[in-house]
């Protein structure tokens, strides 16, 4: 009997295990891509994602403002898998801001919960 008892206990063991591994969270990120007035991937852009609610209620949304500069590809990846949380409905719309030299851009993303979202903001000159 004590044989059966622990060949049932390390099934169960394994089973629990593996069920809980089919759950993992996938990872929740931004890809922004800067492009220049003739459409070509901007290198060294200054990125910004952050959140400019119209109707600021009592949250501090600071927490969710990320900066980075573009890759040689003209991209860059921010990381919010930290701020997701499991059950959560929904996750954030943030501003983007883009600048390098006399060149500025902006847009809006969506970031939805568990994928990579993307984004490409254009660049202009400003005056």
Known sequence: MPLKAILTATVLFILGAGLGACNKEKDTKAVITVLDTAGAAVAGAYVKLYA??????MADFSRLTKEGTTGSNG?????????????????????????????????????????????????????
């Open 52 to 57: 400019n609610p119209a109707h600021p209620l």
């Open 75 to 127: 991209t860059v990846t921010f990381d919010y898998s930290e701020f997701y949380k499991r059950g959560q409905a929904g996750f954030a719309v943030l501003d983007i801001l883009a600048k390098k030299d006399s060149l500025v851009g902006e847009g809006i993303i969506r970031i939805e919960e568990e994928q990579t979202n993307e984004e490409t903001v254009k660049l202009k000159i400003i005056f």
